[in-house]
């Protein structure tokens, strides 16, 4: 029974990460697509939608990230914008 366990435990963590990736992966292609849509853009590559999709995730943090980098002025706007990119991050 405790050999069962000490195998099943990995496998049910490896699937859980990869159904959390296909998930953030498909919600960054819709919303890439969506974007596309909205902008009038052709539609149709997949992976300029996804590229698109990770942006818009991923561009707030990013952005505070390299604001953080500035002067220590700018240190406040960086929490800010981090804070509000981890929240998206999060819900994504």
Partial sequence: ???ALTLL???AI???VFALVLGFTSLACRLGEWVE???GWQ????LIATAIGFF???GPTLAARLIG???DALRPLAIVILMVGL???FLA
């Fill in 1 to 3: 029974m405790l050999m």
């Fill in 9 to 11: 435990v990995p496998i």
């Fill in 14 to 16: 490896v699937i859980a």
């Fill in 37 to 39: 849509e909205r902008l």
């Fill in 43 to 46: 539609p149709g590559n997949a």
């Fill in 56 to 58: 818009l995730i991923m």
């Fill in 69 to 71: 980098v500035g002067p």
């Fill in 87 to 89: 929240a998206v991050e």
